[in-house]
């Protein structure tokens, strides 16, 4: 399983972005998706998740409100939409799958998830 992220960029505070991640191998359909994001010096924390079971999200607090999650099943990808972006958003951004069969949640641990992408810089300047 191989997931490619893409769409990162410099943008100003208050401008958008949207990251593509183009998931190839296994059943895309079962997987939960989700994005992370590390900063320089700072741990990778979680941003947001989609089930594959019945697309439930979750997001973190910090982006609650600007930040979408969305997913094309036919086209093997996850996408986030970011708006209202601010300098404290600037990272490097993760898409992770999680095959779990059993689990139908979206998880906020980095151990929840099998495999990952390679990241894209996402830059926000005030």
């Known amino acids: 399983v191989q997931l490619q992220a893409s769409g990162g960029g410099l943008v100003q505070a208050g401008g958008s972005l949207r990251l593509s991640c183009a998931v190839s191998?296994?059943?895309?359909?079962?997987?939960?998706m989700g994005w992370f994001r590390q900063a320089p010096g700072k741990e990778r924390e979680f941003v947001v998740g989609?089930?594959?079971?019945?697309?439930?999200?979750k997001y973190a607090d910090s982006v609650e409100g600007r930040f979408t999650i969305s997913r094309d099943n036919a086209m093997n990808t996850v996408y986030l939409h970011m708006n209202s972006l601010k300098p404290e958003d600037t990272a490097l951004y993760y898409c992770?799958?999680?095959?779990?069969?059993?689990?139908?949640?979206?998880?906020?641990?980095?151990?929840?998830?099998?495999?990952w992408g390679q990241g894209t810089q996402v830059t926000v300047s005030s």
């Open positions: 992770a799958a999680d095959f779990s069969p059993k689990r139908r949640t979206v998880q906020v641990l980095t151990t929840a998830y099998d495999y």
């Open positions: 191998g296994g059943t895309f359909t079962r997987y939960i």
């Open positions: 989609i089930s594959w079971s019945d697309d439930r999200t």
